[in-house]
């Protein structure tokens, strides 16, 4: 039995196992990412989600459910889809903004040429 | 696609909800899950969300929401749900650092131009350089790739805040962990996400996922009027 619980054992007021397959990625010093993780997904479902990954992906796939809990606690309706209609709007109005200064650029260089020109 | 509020999808006598179909229990009149699961293709969609999320959990988060943002969030959950399901590390979230890359790409393209646009726009040349020869002095590819990180996402509105034309197209973020600003600010109303929602699941930017027509729309989830 792992002497120091993991964070999610913690939270779950259980004993943590040698072999707990949250203790690597939920050190007892946050308690918070457990507990957002849990509240979206539950205890299970994550564990099941991990079992099924293998060990080196593990890490990766914590963040990013921990990413994704936090985006649907702070925004319950729309969670990180929200950042995704947001990020593409924002492409949106760049390529706006990129075709409008492309226009100006070429404007520019054609008055740039043509004073070039006159000059000669 | 049945109409949000079809009586029929409820429990009491049209059979069960998508939801309770899956779960194969008896559909009770009020179901939470039965405006947006229908009998045909809801099952399908429901059960990718309680593999990810669970069914209680999704009760509980529906349950707090007000009803007439519910059908929004349960596309939101579908899609995130999906996305889990076809990428089981990253879910979504590989599409937002993507998307994130593509803003950034484009911001210092953009920068590139306003600030050739700025040498072209002056009076007198400061040198006698053509304009092909300056563009071939400064390739976008010589600029700094910008690789953020998964361990990032935290702060990546920050280049938003500090680029000039992102101030000038957006409001100003909310201090917020994430800076995601409210989500009555991001869509305005329920049928913005009704139209996104095929866009999303239909693999609208999903880079490198296979077609997701495979599994229905999540448009078909949510009943229309």
Not at chain 1, 73 to 78: F, G, K, R, S
Not at chain 2, 46 to 70: D, Q, T
């Amino acid at each position: 039995m792992n002497p120091k619980r993991c964070a999610a054992c913690k939270y779950l007021r259980r004993r943590c196992p040698k072999d707990c397959i949250f203790a690597p990625y939920f050190p007892p010093n946050d308690p918070a990412k457990f507990a957002c993780i849990h509240r979206i997904y539950g205890a299970g479902n994550v564990s099941k989600m991990l079992q099924q990954l293998p060990e080196q992906t593990r890490a990766e796939a914590v963040e990013s459910l921990c990413f994704e809990a936090k985006c649907r606690v702070d925004d319950p309706v729309y969670g990180c889809v929200g950042i995704i209609h947001l990020l593409q709007t924002q492409i949106q109005n760049a390529q706006n903004e990129l075709a409008k200064t492309q226009a100006e650029v070429a404007v520019a260089q054609t008055n740039l040429s043509q004073t070039q020109n006159s000059d000669f | 696609m049945s109409s949000s509020g079809n009586p029929s999808s409820s429990g009491g006598g049209g059979g069960p909800c998508g939801a309770c179909k899956f779960l194969r229990r008896k559909c009770v009149a009020g179901c939470i899950f039965a405006p947006y699961f229908d009998f045909e293709q809801g099952a399908a969609h429901f059960a990718a969300v309680h593999k990810v999320f669970g069914a209680s959990n999704v009760s509980k988060l529906l349950l707090h929401i007000p009803e007439h943002k519910r059908p929004d969030a349960v596309v939101s959950i579908c899609f995130e749900a999906q996305a889990r399901l076809r990428d089981p590390i990253y879910g979504c979230v590989s599409h937002i650092v993507s998307l994130q890359q593509q803003v950034v790409s484009l911001q210092t393209e953009l920068s590139y131009l306003q600030a050739h646009l700025a040498t072209l726009e002056l009076p007198q040349p400061m040198a006698p350089v053509s304009s092909s020869g300056s563009l071939q002095a400064l390739s976008i590819t010589d600029l700094p790739t910008i690789s953020p990180s998964l361990y990032d996402l935290s702060s990546f509105f920050e280049p938003v805040m500090s680029s000039t034309w992102a101030m000038q197209q957006q409001p100003r973020p909310s201090d917020h962990v994430f800076g995601v600003p409210s989500s009555s600010s991001i869509i305005g109303g329920g049928g913005e996400i009704q139209a996104l929602a095929p866009e999303f699941i239909h693999g609208g930017q999903m880079p490198a996922q296979p077609s997701l027509g495979t599994s229905g729309s999540a448009s078909t989830v949510i009943k229309r009027e």
